[in-house]
C-alpha cells in the first residue's frame, strides 16, 4: 500500500526528508544485529560460536562493568530520599553536599523545576571548576547545565542556523572522522556539513591547510558559520597538543568562524606525552584579539572517569555572545523548561569532589585513580595488540575510549562487500560480529577519507574480558583475510 493510500498523515512521501537522511551509526543497523544475536542466545546457547555479545559500539562505562563512583551515589541516594540524610550509615562530607544542593532546589526537592540555565550553586561550583583548571576566571553566567553534552551542543547550534536554503545554509566545519552527533544534528537541521580531515599519519592532528582547503571548497554552497573539535577525539583517540590549539583558533579568527569545543573526554588522557588544554585556557592566554572570540565548550558527566551515562548530565561554557544574542539565548533554552536535576548533581560532584581531609575524599581518589589507570593500560593494550596484526594499523590511543584502526581489506573482500551491498568496513564489521558476537562500529559510520577503512572500538570492557575480545578478534581478522 503506499502512502497516499494508507489514510496515515505521516508516511515516507510525508515525513520530513531531513529525518530520513539522518544517520547515527554508533546505534545503526549493527546495533541492532547485535540486539537480535542477543535474543538468539537467550534461546538457544548453543545456536552460535560465542556464548554472549560483546557490544563494544558504544562508550557506555557501566555497562561494560564500570562500578559506580560511591561519593556520587550517596550524594544521590540522599537527595533522592533525605530520610536517608537521618541515619548513619553515609559519611557526614556526603551529607553535608547533599543538604547543601538540596538547599539550591526549589522545595528542597530533586523532583522540583531548576531554573533553566540550571541549579545556581552548582553553576557557581563549575564556574570554579574551570578557574581552577585553566588558571583563569569564569563566570557562573556562562554557564548553562544541559541534558548531557549532546543537548547542549544542539543548542547552539540552533543558533547558529540561518534558516534558509540553497548556498545560504549555515555552514558547520566538522572533523572527518566525526562522533555521528554532528553529521546527524546537521541533517535534521538542514545545515551544511564541511568536512575537514584529520591527519592520520601524524596521530589524527589537524592541519591549517586541510582547514583552509575545507572552507574554500565549502563557500559556494553555505555560509560558514563555525567550526567544531572534538579534544580529546572520538573516535580518534588523539589529544591535541597546544601549539595545534593555537592554530585552529588562529585559523577561526581569520575565518570568523564560531568555536564549538567538544571536550567531554578531558578526565581521559593516557599518553605520557600529552596533555588536555582547554580551548577556553588557551584562548584566553593568546589574549588581544583572540580572547575575544566567541566560543562554545562542552563537558559531561557520561565519560571521564565517572561514566553516569544513563543520568544524562552535562554543561557548556559559553563565552564572548553578543549581549543581546546571549538574551535571546536564554529564551530558547528556557523552552525545555530545565535539564535533569539529578544529571546536574552528578556533575556537582565531579567538578567538586571530596578535597584532601573529607570523609569521602580516600575512597573517592582511589575509585577515581583505579579507573583511569585501567583506562590507561587498556589504551596500551588495545594499540599494541590491533598494530602487531598484519593488515591493521592504529594509532596510539592517546585519551579519549575509542580505538581507531584502519584494516587493509583485499580487493576480494571488497567486491564481496558490494555484492552485498555494504561498504566494505561494513561488511566487515558484519562478519567480526555474526563469528565472534564482538559488536564494533564501521569507520564509514563516521566518516573517512575515500579509500581507507576503519572501525570504532571501545576500550571500556574489563581487562580479562578485554584480552580475550581481543584474542578472538585476532583469530576472525587472520581467517577473514585467508578468505578473501
Not at 163 to 178: L, S, T
Not at 209 to 227: F, T
Not at 393 to 403: E, F, L, P, R, S
Request: aromatic share 10%.
Amino acid at each position: 500500500m503506499n502512502g497516499q493510500n494508507s489514510g496515515k498523515v505521516l508516511t515516507m512521501e510525508t515525513l520530513n526528508p531531513n529525518v530520513v537522511q539522518m544517520q547515527y551509526a554508533v546505534r545503526g543497523p549493527i546495533v541492532a544485529r547485535a540486539g537480535e544475536l542477543e535474543k538468539e542466545l537467550e534461546k538457544d546457547n548453543a545456536s552460535k560460536p560465542f556464548s554472549k555479545v560483546v557490544k563494544a559500539n558504544i562508550g557506555d562505562c557501566h555497562a561494560t562493568g564500570q562500578k559506580p563512583i560511591t561519593f556520587i551515589r550517596q550524594v544521590l541516594a540522599m537527595m533522592t530520599y533525605p530520610d536517608l540524610l537521618n541515619i548513619d550509615y553515609f559519611p557526614a562530607d556526603a551529607k553535608e553536599r547533599a543538604r547543601r544542593l538540596l538547599k539550591g532546589c526549589r522545595g528542597q526537592s530533586l523532583g522540583s523545576y531548576t531554573d533553566s540555565p540550571g541549579i545556581s550553586i552548582i553553576k557557581e561550583d563549575i564556574a570554579d571548576y574551570i578557574s581552577q583548571r585553566d588558571g583563569n576566571p569564569a563566570s557562573p553566567d556562562n554557564i548553562y547545565l544541559c541534558t548531557g553534552a549532546s543537548a547542549g551542543i544542539k543548542s547552539i547550534l540552533t543558533l547558529l542556523l540561518t534558516n534558509k536554503g540553497g548556498n545560504e545554509k549555515a555552514g558547520v566545519m566538522i572533523p572527518i572522522p566525526q562522533y555521528p552527533l554532528y553529521s546527524a544534528s546537521l541533517s535534521e537541521y538542514d545545515a551544511y556539513p564541511i568536512p575537514y580531515y584529520l591527519d592520520e599519519d601524524n596521530h589524527w592532528a589537524l592541519d591549517p591547510k586541510e582547514l583552509k582547503r575545507a572552507l574554500v571548497e565549502a563557500r559556494p554552497h553555505c555560509i560558514p558559520r563555525a567550526i567544531c573539535v572534538i579534544n580529546p577525539g572520538n573516535p580518534t583517540g588523539q589529544v591535541l597538543t597546544r601549539n595545534n590549539i593555537e592554530s585552529i583558533i588562529k585559523f577561526a579568527k581569520e575565518e570568523k568562524l564560531f568555536i564549538l569545543a567538544d571536550e567531554v573526554y578531558q578526565h581521559n588522557i593516557y599518553a605520557k606525552e600529552s596533555e588536555f588544554f582547554s580551548f577556553k585556557k588557551v584562548l584566553t592566554e593568546m589574549g588581544g584579539e583572540y580572547s575575544s572570540m566567541e566560543l562554545a565548550s562542552f563537558m559531561s558527566a557520561s565519560k571521564g572517569f565517572m561514566g553516569e551515562c544513563g543520568y544524562r548530565g552535562g554543561y557548556t561554557e559559553v563565552i564572548n555572545l553578543d549581549p543581546e544574542v546571549r538574551a535571546q539565548y536564554n529564551k530558547s533554552i528556557s523552552a525545555n523548561l530545565c535539564p535533569p536535576s539529578s544529571g546536574q548533581v552528578v556533575i556537582d560532584c565531579v567538578v567538586n569532589p571530596p578535597k584532601p581531609g573529607d570523609l569521602s575524599y580516600d575512597l573517592f581518589k582511589k575509585e577515581k585513580d583505579e579507573v583511569l589507570k585501567s583506562l590507561a593500560e587498556k589504551a596500551t593494550l588495545v594499540t599494541d595488540t590491533f598494530n602487531s596484526i598484519e593488515g591493521i594499523k592504529c594509532n596510539q590511543v592517546q585519551g579519549a575510549m575509542y580505538a581507531f584502526p584502519r584494516i587493509f581489506l583485499p580487493d576480494k573482500a571488497i567486491e564481496e562487500a558490494k555484492k552485498n551491498d555494504k561498504s566494505p568496513d561494513a561488511f566487515y564489521c558484519f562478519q567480526l560480529l555474526e563469528e565472534t558476537g564482538i559488536c564494533t562500529v564501521p569507520g564509514s559510520g563516521f566518516r573517512q577519507r575515500d579509500g581507507t577503512f576503519h572501525f570504532r572500538t571501545t576500550i571500556l570492557p574489563p581487562i580479562d574480558t578485554l584480552k580475550s575480545v581481543l584474542k578472538d578478534f585476532k583469530e576472525f581478522h587472520v581467517n577473514f583475510m585467508k578468505k578473501y
